[in-house]
């Protein structure tokens, strides 16, 4: 498995970040990568690392629509400012390693090691291979040290119409592992500290049906069943209201199984028992003894939950991580990750 933490050191060589600010390092060593045009030239290379980008297309996604002079020399231009800050080494007119020209096309040689999103989806990878193996503590820890490691939102610092493209993109993916740890976190336990996190996730997404599902099942694991069942009724209110839906199927059988009482609404309606038109057999009263038995309290189906009421002793404190909104940039003083405000952190 690989490390899904970002290292607290730059290794050796060319390090990249996508998942904040668009940065470069050498060696350790932070690289000034010019203008914003330049950056963003930088990012949607990155974006395609290993592949050839053409330069028509590298114009288009960076400038759009706008009218630029020249720009297959700007590019040139910024393409030979970045082989200067890569590979200070190289002789002039020299084929470099890094950032190489194939055609009319450009191509960025850089391993998905070497850049914060490639580790990213690595860890994201390594977080599901975990949990498949039966190791939830793993893949929890796993997916919050990954998410952990994103400092803000993706590409600050840069625009164009493919980077805002893949700015959605990316804060999409970003969600959807918070979602995925959330669940984890929930099933270890931690419905105690998801509660204010998914708070504040439904109210910054109230169209994220799978945040509503995920708090509405931590109120009712920590016996709040009436607050689960109102949150239940704020998304059905959020979705009739603005988009004229109701809930899908997810959310009214969570609601259904909380009604209903079951230990674990997550888990799919038992099926009713096929009808026996045989004489049934009599059924003792929960709690009678039969002839010769001492009498003991019996426990009831539904009085049992597989689900501990807090995670075991022991076990270190959840790394709870939830997103920031896209369009705002997080202050680079903030305490890294995307929780900040005390113990749990949580980055708005």
């Known amino acids: 498995m690989t490390t899904p933490l970002l290292p607290t050191a730059h290794p050796a060589g060319l390090s990249f970040e996508l998942l904040g600010e668009v940065r470069a390092w050498r060696d350790g060593v932070e690289l000034p990568l010019g203008a914003p045009r330049q950056r963003a030239l930088l990012a949607v290379l990155l974006l395609r690392a290993g592949s050839p980008v ?116 990316l804060a999409e993916l970003r969600l959807a592992v918070v979602e995925e740890h959330a669940e984890l976190a929930l099933q270890l336990g931690g419905h105690a500290w998801l509660v204010p996190h998914l708070l504040v996730l439904t109210t910054e997404h109230p169209y994220r049906e799978r945040l509503w599902a995920l708090l509405m099942v931590a109120l009712y694991r920590g016996s709040r069943q009436a607050d689960a069942l109102a949150a239940y009724q704020r998304a059905r209110h959020t979705l009739t209201e603005n988009l004229g839906l109701l809930p899908g199927p997810e959310l009214r059988g969570i609601e259904e199984a909380i009604l209903a009482g079951r230990p674990d609404p997550l888990a799919p309606a038992r099926p009713a028992d096929p009808l026996v038109l045989t004489r049934p057999t009599p059924v003792e009263p929960v709690g009678a003894a039969r002839p010769g038995e001492p009498v003991t309290a019996r ?24 997103t920031a909104p896209a369009t705002v940039p997080a202050p680079r003083a903030a305490a890294r990750g995307p929780w900040a405000d005390g113990p749990a952190r949580l980055a708005r």
């Open 54 to 169: 053409g330069r028509d297309h590298l114009i288009d996604g960076i400038w759009g629509d706008a009218t630029v002079a020249d720009g297959a020399n700007l590019v040139q231009a910024y393409v030979s400012k970045l082989r200067r800050l890569f590979e200070p080494d190289r002789a002039p007119r020299t084929t470099g390693g890094v950032l190489t020209r194939v055609g009319t096309s450009y191509r960025l040689s850089v391993g998905p090691q070497q850049c914060d999103l490639g580790r990213f989806e690595q860890s994201v990878a390594d977080a599901r291979a975990l949990r498949s193996a039966g190791q939830p503590d793993a893949a929890e820890r796993t997916l919050a040290a990954a998410l952990d490691s994103w400092p803000g939102p993706a590409l600050t610092g840069v625009s164009g119409p493919l980077l805002d493209v893949e700015r959605t993109r």
């Open 299 to 322: 426990e009831t189906p539904a009085a049992r939950s597989p689900y501990p009421a807090e995670p075991s002793p022991g076990r270190p404190h959840l790394a709870l991580v939830g």
